[in-house]
């Protein structure tokens, strides 16, 4: 199945192949919200003369992470001198990296970078530069992902495995009571797992999490080969020639961590924290009770929209509500939509969910994994005793 074929259905409401989906859960019909707010954002563009992508702002900002990213890793692999040096620049290339996955390639998947598809697939290539797949990205978030936010079973980005319960639907085991502690040091782990494990093990299974998906074939199995080897050709081939095969490892782990963690993070501050809701489908198990729209809004946290630096280096992802409602559109819009999504948010009576800063975000996912580790107490009520008979009337 052509990469480009799945980028046209990034907005749909639930996924289009059958192979993919065996069970496939649908959304209640009434999408009333949704068409007015869509046509709302429209004619704000319409009246601004903007356009929803191809924007210069945009481009100038790939050349910069670009430009980061590869300043840095020459210094790292040929240039640096002692070990500060190479903690720093170590450090530096995870930002950039993470800013790619952020900015450049975030767009690109999302076919929010440009009109052009093929500028939006070169885009999204960036993450097989950078250790990832584009091609299971886009199964494992924009379509799972982006369509059952935080519906376990459906949502494989809130699946942990038994190293930690994000939903209360996961199973609760007795080491999660710790893991307000150690999931902050295994959020380092993210990028690493994708490296040398989770995308080949998806590829050999066909699956990711609990759910099903096709395997790339052609010129898609070619890009996943191919980036793999790109990848592992700059993160240890190269650096090996050059530097002591310990040291590659030591700098290695530093920038894949830091890559790690703020991926990680910015992803938890959205989803998994207090005020996101965690829905369950209807009794049929096939059907949630709620429109599209309306579960995004439930499930979506937005934080600290006043910090335009913080905005700037995570592509805007603290407008995670605008992210979800509007997939297709550029990223540096969000400022603009979030103000016509939370005013018609306001008329229809949704709630709007935000968090003002950063640390707010980062204080409430704390407190989330802290609840969601405490024992499950399962209250198992015994029946009433029957009275005891009458005795019969002695005759």
């Given amino acids: 199945m052509p990469l480009d074929s799945l980028h046209r259905r990034d907005n749909a409401?639930?996924?289009?192949?059958?192979?993919?989906?065996?069970?496939?859960?649908?959304?209640?019909?009434?999408?009333?919200?949704?068409?007015?707010?869509?046509?709302?954002v429209d004619a704000e563009f319409k009246r601004s003369g903007t356009r929803q992508r191809d924007s210069l702002q945009m481009?100038?900002?790939?050349v910069i992470i670009l430009a980061t990213f590869a300043l840095s890793y020459v210094g790292l692999v040929f240039f640096v001198t002692n070990g500060w040096e190479a903690v720093a620049l170590s450090i530096v290339l995870g930002v950039a990296i993470a800013g790619i996955g952020f900015n450049v390639m975030h767009d690109g998947g999302h076919q929010a970078y440009s009109?052009?598809?093929?500028?939006?697939?070169?885009?999204?290539?960036?993450?097989?530069?950078?250790?990832?797949?584009?091609?299971?990205?886009?199964?494992?978030?924009?379509?799972?992902?982006?369509?059952?936010?935080?519906?376990?079973?459906?949502?494989?980005?809130?699946?942990?495995?038994?190293?930690?319960?994000?939903?209360?639907?996961?199973?609760?085991?007795?080491?999660?009571?710790?893991?307000?502690?150690?999931?902050?040091?295994?959020?380092?782990?993210t990028a690493i797992r994708w490296h040398l494990y989770g995308d080949f093990r998806d590829m050999i299974t066909g699956t990711i999490g609990e759910r099903p998906f096709e395997r790339p074939r052609d010129w898609d199995l070619a890009g996943f080969v191919i980036g793999k080897g790109v990848f592992f050709a700059l993160a240890f081939a190269l650096p090996m020639m050059l530097h002591w095969i310990g040291?590659?490892?030591?700098?290695?782990?530093?920038?894949?961590?830091i890559a790690g963690v703020l991926l990680a993070l910015v992803f938890q501050m959205a989803h998994v924290v207090e005020e996101a809701d965690f829905p369950l489908p209807n009794e049929t198990g096939r059907q949630m009770d709620t429109p599209w729209a309306i579960h995004q809004l439930e499930t979506t946290v937005d934080f600290a929209r006043d910090n335009r630096a913080l905005s700037w280096l995570i592509g805007g992802l603290n407008f995670q509500i605008e992210h979800h409602l509007f997939p297709r559109i550029s990223h540096v819009h969000y400022p603009v939509i979030a103000r016509v999504v939370e005013a018609t948010c306001r008329e229809f009576g949704m709630t709007y969910r935000t968090h003002r800063s950063f640390a707010a975000g980062i204080a409430s996912h704390y407190r989330w994994l802290r609840q969601l580790g405490r024992p499950v107490i399962v209250t198992i009520t015994t029946p009433a005793p029957l009275p005891e008979p009458e005795p019969l009337p002695q005759t």
């Fill in 13 to 40: 409401a639930e996924p289009s192949s059958p192979d993919a989906t065996s069970e496939r859960l649908k959304f209640s019909g009434d999408n009333s919200f949704h068409r007015e707010l869509r046509r709302r």
């Fill in 59 to 62: 481009y100038l900002k790939t």
């Fill in 115 to 189: 009109d052009r598809r093929w500028v939006n697939r070169l885009t999204a290539l960036t993450l097989d530069m950078v250790g990832g797949s584009s091609y299971i990205w886009q199964w494992k978030h924009a379509r799972f992902h982006h369509t059952w936010v935080n519906v376990a079973g459906h949502d494989s980005d809130i699946d942990l495995g038994i190293l930690g319960r994000l939903s209360p639907q996961h199973p609760w085991r007795s080491w999660h009571r710790w893991q307000h502690v150690y999931l902050w040091v295994l959020y380092g782990v």
């Fill in 247 to 257: 040291a590659v490892l030591l700098f290695y782990t530093i920038t894949s961590a």
